[in-house]
Protein backbone atom coordinates (compact mmCIF):
# COMPACT_ATOMS: atom_id res chain seq x y z
CA UNK A 1 0.00 0.00 0.00
CA UNK A 2 0.94 3.48 -0.73
CA UNK A 3 0.35 6.06 1.46
CA UNK A 4 0.55 10.13 1.09
CA UNK A 5 0.87 12.00 4.03
CA UNK A 6 0.17 15.43 4.48
CA UNK A 7 -1.32 17.79 7.40
CA UNK A 8 -1.53 21.75 7.65
CA UNK A 9 0.16 22.17 11.23
CA UNK A 10 3.20 21.74 9.38
CA UNK A 11 6.75 19.51 8.44
CA UNK A 12 7.62 19.89 11.94
CA UNK A 13 4.35 18.66 13.40
CA UNK A 14 3.87 16.20 16.31
CA UNK A 15 0.83 14.84 14.85
CA UNK A 16 2.90 14.44 11.45
CA UNK A 17 5.18 11.78 12.38
CA UNK A 18 3.58 10.17 15.08
CA UNK A 19 1.01 8.90 12.17
CA UNK A 20 3.78 8.63 9.49
CA UNK A 21 5.57 6.24 11.96
CA UNK A 22 2.55 4.45 13.10
CA UNK A 23 1.24 4.07 9.19
CA UNK A 24 5.06 3.30 8.06
CA UNK A 25 4.22 -0.36 9.62
CA UNK A 26 1.22 -0.88 7.01
CA UNK A 27 2.58 1.11 4.04
CA UNK A 28 5.09 2.61 1.77
CA UNK A 29 4.53 6.41 2.83
CA UNK A 30 5.29 9.45 1.43
CA UNK A 31 5.16 13.03 3.26
CA UNK A 32 4.47 16.50 1.80
CA UNK A 33 3.32 18.97 3.97
CA UNK A 34 3.70 22.77 4.23
CA UNK A 35 7.38 23.94 5.76
CA UNK A 36 5.47 26.10 8.33
CA UNK A 37 1.87 26.10 9.79
CA UNK A 38 -0.82 27.03 7.78
CA UNK A 39 -3.83 26.26 9.61
CA UNK A 40 -7.38 27.71 9.16
CA UNK A 41 -6.28 27.98 5.49
CA UNK A 42 -9.08 25.63 3.67
CA UNK A 43 -8.52 25.00 0.17
CA UNK A 44 -6.17 27.63 -0.76
CA UNK A 45 -4.06 27.11 -3.42
CA UNK A 46 -1.13 29.57 -4.60
CA UNK A 47 -1.32 30.40 -8.29
CA UNK A 48 0.25 33.94 -8.38
CA UNK A 49 3.57 32.52 -6.93
CA UNK A 50 6.32 30.48 -7.76
CA UNK A 51 6.02 27.49 -5.31
CA UNK A 52 9.52 25.84 -3.98
CA UNK A 53 9.84 22.57 -2.45
CA UNK A 54 12.63 21.14 -0.29
CA UNK A 55 13.93 17.98 -0.07
CA UNK A 56 13.94 17.68 3.87
CA UNK A 57 16.25 14.38 5.68
CA UNK A 58 13.77 12.34 6.16
CA UNK A 59 12.79 12.06 9.76
CA UNK A 60 11.10 8.52 9.76
CA UNK A 61 14.05 6.24 8.15
CA UNK A 62 12.74 5.28 4.44
CA UNK A 63 10.13 7.88 4.66
CA UNK A 64 10.43 10.59 1.63
CA UNK A 65 10.41 13.78 3.18
CA UNK A 66 9.55 16.95 1.25
CA UNK A 67 8.55 20.86 2.34
CA UNK A 68 6.68 23.31 0.44
CA UNK A 69 6.70 26.61 0.77
CA UNK A 70 3.08 26.33 0.18
CA UNK A 71 -0.88 25.24 1.29
CA UNK A 72 -1.46 21.95 2.14
CA UNK A 73 -3.88 21.63 -0.83
CA UNK A 74 -0.87 23.28 -2.63
CA UNK A 75 1.29 20.14 -1.36
CA UNK A 76 -1.53 17.36 -2.63
CA UNK A 77 -1.49 18.78 -5.77
CA UNK A 78 2.58 19.16 -5.83
CA UNK A 79 2.81 15.39 -4.53
CA UNK A 80 0.30 13.76 -7.15
CA UNK A 81 1.19 15.59 -9.86
CA UNK A 82 4.76 15.59 -9.44
CA UNK A 83 6.60 14.22 -6.40
CA UNK A 84 4.80 10.89 -6.17
CA UNK A 85 5.64 9.26 -9.41
CA UNK A 86 3.39 5.82 -8.44
CA UNK A 87 -0.19 5.79 -8.01
CA UNK A 88 -1.22 6.26 -3.93
CA UNK A 89 -4.30 4.17 -2.60
CA UNK A 90 -4.97 6.60 -0.16
CA UNK A 91 -4.15 10.30 1.22
CA UNK A 92 -4.07 10.93 4.94
CA UNK A 93 -3.99 14.24 6.33
CA UNK A 94 -3.15 14.98 9.80
CA UNK A 95 -2.84 14.10 12.63
CA UNK A 96 -4.64 17.37 13.42
CA UNK A 97 -3.68 19.62 16.55
CA UNK A 98 -7.24 20.72 17.15
CA UNK A 99 -10.81 19.27 16.18
CA UNK A 100 -11.95 19.60 12.77
CA UNK A 101 -15.99 19.61 13.93
CA UNK A 102 -18.99 20.65 11.42
CA UNK A 103 -18.39 24.33 9.94
CA UNK A 104 -14.68 24.10 10.11
CA UNK A 105 -14.40 21.77 7.47
CA UNK A 106 -15.07 24.93 5.17
CA UNK A 107 -12.05 26.51 6.40
CA UNK A 108 -9.46 23.53 7.59
CA UNK A 109 -6.75 23.26 6.06
CA UNK A 110 -6.42 19.82 7.19
CA UNK A 111 -9.60 19.01 5.73
CA UNK A 112 -8.70 21.13 2.26
CA UNK A 113 -5.65 18.81 1.99
CA UNK A 114 -7.98 16.04 1.86
CA UNK A 115 -10.17 17.22 -0.25
CA UNK A 116 -7.28 17.57 -3.07
CA UNK A 117 -6.58 14.34 -2.57
CA UNK A 118 -9.96 13.16 -3.20
CA UNK A 119 -10.65 15.46 -6.11
CA UNK A 120 -7.65 13.79 -7.98
CA UNK A 121 -9.61 10.37 -7.47
CA UNK A 122 -8.04 9.17 -4.49
CA UNK A 123 -9.16 8.18 -1.09
CA UNK A 124 -8.67 10.90 1.37
CA UNK A 125 -9.25 11.02 5.00
CA UNK A 126 -8.97 14.01 7.10
CA UNK A 127 -7.89 12.69 11.03
CA UNK A 128 -7.66 15.16 13.81
CA UNK A 129 -7.84 15.20 17.53
CA UNK A 130 -7.98 17.59 21.08
CA UNK A 131 -5.94 20.57 20.57
CA UNK A 132 -5.22 20.78 24.30
CA UNK A 133 -2.71 17.99 24.75
CA UNK A 134 -1.36 15.41 22.45
CA UNK A 135 -1.38 12.39 24.90
CA UNK A 136 -3.69 10.49 22.62
CA UNK A 137 -1.55 10.92 19.02
CA UNK A 138 -0.65 7.57 19.12
CA UNK A 139 -4.52 6.41 19.46
CA UNK A 140 -4.96 8.34 16.33
CA UNK A 141 -2.06 7.46 14.80
CA UNK A 142 -3.29 3.69 15.49
CA UNK A 143 -6.81 4.55 14.68
CA UNK A 144 -5.70 5.65 10.98
CA UNK A 145 -3.59 2.83 10.19
CA UNK A 146 -6.36 0.49 11.09
CA UNK A 147 -8.95 2.83 9.11
CA UNK A 148 -6.10 3.14 6.13
CA UNK A 149 -6.47 -1.31 6.11
CA UNK A 150 -10.20 -1.19 6.08
CA UNK A 151 -10.63 1.88 3.33
CA UNK A 152 -8.69 0.18 1.03
CA UNK A 153 -9.76 -3.64 1.22
CA UNK A 154 -12.17 -4.38 -1.86
CA UNK A 155 -15.42 -4.33 0.88
CA UNK A 156 -15.97 -0.73 0.46
CA UNK A 157 -16.63 1.89 -1.82
CA UNK A 158 -14.01 4.00 -3.50
CA UNK A 159 -12.86 6.59 -3.58
CA UNK A 160 -13.80 8.07 -0.46
CA UNK A 161 -13.84 11.15 1.61
CA UNK A 162 -13.78 10.79 5.25
CA UNK A 163 -13.69 13.44 8.10
CA UNK A 164 -12.33 11.90 11.04
CA UNK A 165 -11.88 13.11 14.73
CA UNK A 166 -11.35 11.70 18.07
CA UNK A 167 -12.50 12.41 21.46
CA UNK A 168 -9.15 13.64 24.00
CA UNK A 169 -9.40 9.74 25.77
CA UNK A 170 -7.37 7.18 26.21
CA UNK A 171 -8.39 4.05 24.17
CA UNK A 172 -10.41 1.87 27.26
CA UNK A 173 -12.37 5.27 27.68
CA UNK A 174 -13.71 5.90 23.84
CA UNK A 175 -17.82 5.27 24.15
CA UNK A 176 -17.71 3.77 20.37
CA UNK A 177 -16.92 4.66 16.58
CA UNK A 178 -20.24 6.37 14.96
CA UNK A 179 -20.81 7.80 11.05
CA UNK A 180 -21.63 10.72 11.59
CA UNK A 181 -22.90 13.82 9.41
CA UNK A 182 -21.19 17.38 9.96
CA UNK A 183 -23.21 19.27 12.60
CA UNK A 184 -24.96 22.50 11.29
CA UNK A 185 -24.51 26.18 13.08
CA UNK A 186 -21.36 24.21 14.95
CA UNK A 187 -19.59 27.87 15.41
CA UNK A 188 -19.92 31.68 16.43
CA UNK A 189 -17.52 34.13 14.93
CA UNK A 190 -17.19 37.48 17.15
CA UNK A 191 -14.93 40.12 16.61
CA UNK A 192 -13.11 42.13 19.22
CA UNK A 193 -12.25 45.81 18.44
CA UNK A 194 -8.36 46.57 19.66
CA UNK A 195 -5.82 49.54 19.71
CA UNK A 196 -2.04 49.57 18.94
CA UNK A 197 0.37 52.64 18.87
CA UNK A 198 -0.67 52.18 14.85
CA UNK A 199 -4.53 52.57 15.39
CA UNK A 200 -7.28 50.21 15.43
CA UNK A 201 -7.42 46.73 14.46
CA UNK A 202 -9.68 43.84 14.92
CA UNK A 203 -9.34 40.01 15.69
CA UNK A 204 -11.91 37.25 14.51
CA UNK A 205 -12.50 34.54 17.19
CA UNK A 206 -13.95 31.39 16.44
CA UNK A 207 -15.81 29.38 19.41
CA UNK A 208 -17.42 26.19 18.53
CA UNK A 209 -21.16 25.38 20.39
CA UNK A 210 -21.36 21.76 22.12
CA UNK A 211 -24.85 21.64 21.11
CA UNK A 212 -25.45 17.94 21.73
CA UNK A 213 -29.35 18.29 20.41
CA UNK A 214 -29.24 17.31 16.77
CA UNK A 215 -28.78 13.37 16.51
CA UNK A 216 -25.81 11.83 15.15
CA UNK A 217 -23.78 15.20 14.48
CA UNK A 218 -19.83 14.97 14.77
CA UNK A 219 -19.63 17.64 17.81
CA UNK A 220 -22.25 14.86 19.42
CA UNK A 221 -20.37 12.41 18.83
CA UNK A 222 -17.06 13.96 20.08
CA UNK A 223 -19.14 15.29 23.36
CA UNK A 224 -20.37 12.02 24.39
CA UNK A 225 -16.42 10.78 23.72
CA UNK A 226 -16.90 9.01 20.33
CA UNK A 227 -14.73 8.84 17.28
CA UNK A 228 -16.34 10.10 15.09
CA UNK A 229 -16.11 9.48 11.37
CA UNK A 230 -17.94 11.82 8.71
CA UNK A 231 -18.64 10.81 4.92
CA UNK A 232 -17.80 13.60 2.69
CA UNK A 233 -18.99 14.20 -0.23
CA UNK A 234 -18.89 18.10 -2.85
CA UNK A 235 -22.69 18.76 -3.08
CA UNK A 236 -21.91 20.27 -6.52
CA UNK A 237 -20.29 17.52 -8.77
CA UNK A 238 -21.31 14.12 -6.79
CA UNK A 239 -24.23 12.00 -5.41
CA UNK A 240 -24.20 11.56 -1.51
CA UNK A 241 -21.64 9.07 -0.21
CA UNK A 242 -22.84 5.17 0.00
CA UNK A 243 -23.22 3.65 3.21
CA UNK A 244 -20.18 2.89 4.63
CA UNK A 245 -21.76 1.55 8.52
CA UNK A 246 -19.47 -1.70 7.74
CA UNK A 247 -16.26 0.58 8.13
CA UNK A 248 -17.01 1.28 12.12
CA UNK A 249 -17.74 -2.81 12.71
CA UNK A 250 -16.01 -3.47 15.43
CA UNK A 251 -13.50 -0.82 14.87
CA UNK A 252 -13.21 0.36 18.96
CA UNK A 253 -12.80 -2.80 19.72
CA UNK A 254 -9.74 -3.57 17.24
CA UNK A 255 -8.35 -0.49 18.45
CA UNK A 256 -8.37 -1.15 22.27
CA UNK A 257 -6.57 -4.50 21.09
CA UNK A 258 -3.69 -2.38 19.47
MN1 LIG B 1 -4.00 22.62 12.03
Given at each position: ?????TN??????E????????????????V????????A???A?????????Q?????????????V????????????????????????S?I??????????????????????????????????????S??????AK????????????S?????????????????????????????????????????S??????L?????????????D???????N???????????????P?????????L??L???
Amino acid sequence: MKILVTNDDGISAEGLWTLVRELQNIAEVTVVAPDRERSAIGTAVTLRQPLRIQKVKEAVPEVETYAVEGTPADSVILALCNLVKDKVDLVISGINHGFNLGDDVHISGTVGAALQGYLYGFSSLAISTARENSQHLDTAAKLAALLAKRITSDSLPSPIFLNVNLPNLPPAKISGAQVTRLASDSHINTVEEENDSTGKYYRLVRQRLNKVTEEKTDVGAIEQGNISITPLYIHLSSKPPPPIDKLCAGLLQELQKC
